[in-house]
């Protein structure tokens, strides 16, 4: 099997050496010998109490192993300590080698039952300075202490090659992070390919995964490539995998694992080189335990684990990005600045669609000369807010006109003069940007499959 990236005790010697901290702030619980290897449980302080090992299917670790016991050894929080407590196994727990009831572990240990061997692999926090200094990470922007903190884990994730799920509420941008994180990473000159998984209907997934041959009645038909293949080298971002169903998870499964792919109507397997990245907005150790999501899939993807705050809690960060979207939207002009009733209004809204409503609220702000509401009754009423409708144009001024001459209502009417402006700003970014959609979406701010998204929507006539 080819190798995807570093080895367990790669990952805890780097950790060692680079962290100004030795107390780890979590651990991962790594199989490296037995039937269950490769399997890895994620155990952080005041996250999970208690993780128990045993071939009984209720433990937390399922074991399958004839000289591992029903419930047989369990990793324990002792307040900031992490120990391991044999529960009176049939053949014991060893740790290095020694024999024990129990025992305290710092990381670096190796903890056995039976033919089973667990490596236990410290993770530590980033350096206080790292986190105290960072103001973005890719195009992900914000100085709060919550996204200080994403950053200064995602500097260390995008130089390895393991696999990371990515998970926040929608809208936090954790495609813009999957994006960020391979654009800073080793594959960067390599394909960024994203698969969604909530689109994939069972009917045909196979082929969108791995491909097809072309039969023998096909007349000379082109060979379908999967994203499998197209990500050969580079990255795979497998979108909202919380949404796949156990069929598909099982697919892919066995594509990670063997790092080789069949295409459908092919006996050749094709070797595959591919970082593996995973978004979710769902609680994945939930739907492991509810058996919708595997188990043994979530252990090979949650070797790390990022967790994007919502904009809510990013306590200085929406005046930031609303002065970045405003700025973006207007051609990098520093002349448009937020009116403060504005800002205040914005900095008291709880945004539930998070960093991607405030983006289309300041894009409404552009594209109206007059707010007074953003579509709801849980969203802030905005005085006038761009009354300086001289620099939107003549002709932009007769669309407002002709809209308004409709009488349609308020939310119908809004509508309109925002797809408008979104289609003129996608035709403008892609032009100063010679026609790159990767230039366009960076210049945007947005993921690019979020732009190539906007630019197909937008290509068709004004309404």
């Known amino acids: 099997m080819q190798r995807l990236g570093p080895t367990f005790e790669d990952i805890s010697t780097e950790a060692r050496t680079s962290a100004p901290d030795l107390t780890p702030a979590q651990f991962t619980l790594a199989v490296v010998e037995g039937p269950a290897r490769g399997l890895q449980v994620k155990l952080a302080h005041g996250e999970i109490a208690r993780v128990v090992v ?6 937390d670790v399922c074991v399958k192993d004839p000289l591992v016991s029903r419930r047989h050894a369990a990793f324990e929080w002792d307040g900031a300590r992490l120990e391991i407590v044999d529960l009176e196994s049939t053949n014991g727990t060893t740790v290095n080698g020694i024999s024990m009831a129990a025992a305290t572990l710092r990381g670096g240990e190796t903890v056995r039952f039976g033919g089973t061997a667990v490596r236990v692999v410290p993770v530590y926090g980033a350096s206080r300075a790292a986190s105290e200094s960072a103001m973005s990470f890719g195009r992900l922007l914000g100085a709060s202490p919550a ?33 960020s994180l391979h654009e800073a990473g080793p594959r960067a000159s390599a394909p960024f390919v994203v698969f969604d998984c909530a689109a994939a209907a069972a009917v045909g997934v196979e082929r969108m995964l791995f491909g097809d041959e072309p039969t023998f009645t096909s007349d000379g038909a082109e060979p379908r490539i999967g994203v499998f293949e197209q990500a050969h080298g580079g990255t795979l971002l497998l979108d909202e995998v919380g949404e796949l169903d156990l069929a598909v998870q099982a697919m892919i499964l066995r594509a990670i694992e063997r790092s080789e792919i069949r295409r459908g109507g092919s006996s050749t397997w094709r070797a595959i080189d591919v970082r593996i990245l995973a978004t979710t907005k769902v609680d994945l150790d939930r739907r492991v335990k509810e058996g919708r999501f595997r188990a043994d899939l979530f252990f090979r993807l949650a070797v790390a684990r990022i967790e994007l705050p919502a904009l809510r809690d990013r306590i200085g960060d929406v005046a930031q990005l609303t002065e970045h979207f405003s700025q973006s939207l207007g051609g990098g002009r520093a002349d448009d600045d937020i009116p403060k009733e504005v800002m205040a209004r914005f900095e008291e809204y709880a945004w539930p669609g998070n960093v991607r409503e405030l983006l289309n609220a300041v894009a409404r702000l552009r594209a109206l000369s007059e707010v007074t509401d953003l579509g709801s009754a849980s969203t802030p009423q905005l005085p006038a807010a761009f009354s300086r409708t001289a620099r939107v144009g003549g002709e932009l001024d007769d669309f407002l006109e002709h809209v308004l001459a409709l009488h349609l209502p308020l939310s119908r009417a809004r509508e309109r003069v925002v797809d408008e402006f979104e289609k003129r700003y ?11 959609v990767t230039q366009a979406a960076r210049a945007s701010g947005i993921a690019k499959r979020y732009f190539q998204l906007l630019r197909a929507r937008k290509q068709g006539p004004s309404p």
Do not use: C, H
């Not at 809208?171 to 992070?177: A, C, H, R, S, V």
């Not at 035709?427 to 010679?434: I, T």
């Open 54 to 59: 045993g071939k009984s299917v209720d433990a």
């Open 147 to 179: 996204m200080r903190r994403v950053y200064a884990l995602a500097e260390k994730l995008a130089a390895t090659d393991v696999p990371v799920i990515l998970e926040g509420e929608t809208g936090t941008g954790k495609e813009l992070l999957a994006e």
């Open 426 to 436: 996608v035709q403008r970014v892609l032009a100063d940007n010679a026609g790159n």
